[in-house]
């Protein structure tokens, strides 16, 4: 079956912003009173909420988009941190005439709804930190997974990408049980976005950002007032659950919830099921 059949009845629309350019989007759910805006992790894509979009529009408006650098948004940015891609949501949801909503992201897109939490509180109903980057790593085994991640982006700098180069890091993103649904159709996606030749612009500025030390540019965890659901799996790389439990110890009104499931770094995609219904029940009814 392919990836683009879990996206009937959603659609995806080019827009622009002010300051960022050409934003994809996917949509589903309009009319809706409550809007749900799905982020992706760094050097990924809408497609990694395919499973969440048209599932959880039956009760909500849902948002999913390539931030700027990605996918097949704008390409030709000048500057890439987390707090540049939280004004991008801004805009955008300036565009699109929302003016509140319910944030999740998975990785980087976990670390840009905190910050965009903690500047624009008024604008956030409830947080669901997916696998979220920006928190602190904590253990040992965290250091070391973020070695392992380090060794394998420095064996691909400056090679073109190809398909194996991408599989092996998109391996990294899901347990090894769930390497079935790494489908060449999965794989091809990302490989194409990656050979975007404005990615020449776009992948050093990013590569180096994450390259960086990181520290100043963390959430401020004690500025986010929204109820936040740090949705986690045992077996999610760099941040473990000490890290989640540690983090979500910052937040005065914070809950960690790890899934039953097996799953690594992309719990919405290796186990949608159960992801969608404990998010569902989140946003609904709060806390859990």
């Given amino acids: 079956m392919s990836l683009w059949t879990d996206f009937i009845s959603a659609e995806i629309r080019f827009i622009d912003t002010p300051s960022f350019g050409r934003t994809r989007i996917a949509e589903a759910g309009k009319g809706h009173a409550q809007t749900v805006i799905l982020m992706h992790g760094v050097g990924g894509h809408l497609e990694a909420y395919a499973k969440n979009i048209v599932a959880l529009s039956n009760e909500f408006h849902v948002i999913a988009y390539d931030f700027p650098g990605h996918g097949q948004s704008n390409r030709q940015i000048t500057d890439f941190s987390p707090a540049m891609l939280a004004e991008h949501l801004a805009e955008l949801m300036d565009v699109l005439g929302i003016a509140r909503a319910h944030l999740s992201g998975e990785s980087l897109g976990g670390w840009v709804a905190g910050i965009f939490a903690t500047v624009y509180p008024k604008r956030v109903g409830r947080l669901v930190l997916n696998t979220a980057g920006g928190i602190p790593i904590v253990t040992q085994k965290g250091r070391d997974d973020l070695q392992d991640l380090i060794a394998l982006t420095v064996r691909?700098?400056?090679?073109?990408?190809?398909?194996?180069?991408?599989?092996?890091?998109?391996?990294?993103?899901?347990h090894k049980s769930n390497w079935d649904l790494l489908t060449e159709e999965l794989v091809m996606t990302r490989l194409l976005y990656y050979r975007n030749p404005d990615n020449r612009i776009s992948g050093p500025l990013i590569g180096r950002f994450m390259g960086s030390d990181v520290t100043p540019h963390l959430i401020d965890l004690s500025r986010i007032a929204c109820e936040t659901l740090f949705f986690w799996t045992r077996a999610n790389p760099i941040h473990d659950v000490e890290a989640a439990q540690a983090?979500?110890?910052?937040?005065?009104?914070?809950?960690?919830?790890?899934?039953?499931?097996?799953?690594?770094?992309?719990?919405?995609?290796?186990?949608?099921?159960?992801?969608?219904?404990v998010f569902r029940r989140f946003i609904k009814e709060g806390l859990l």
């Fill in 247 to 277: 983090a979500c110890a910052q937040v005065s009104k914070g809950q960690v919830f790890v899934m039953e499931a097996e799953a690594a770094h992309w719990p919405q995609y290796e186990a949608p099921d159960e992801f969608n219904a």
């Fill in 156 to 174: 691909n700098a400056g090679q073109p990408p190809t398909f194996d180069s991408v599989m092996d890091r998109m391996k990294w993103l899901m």
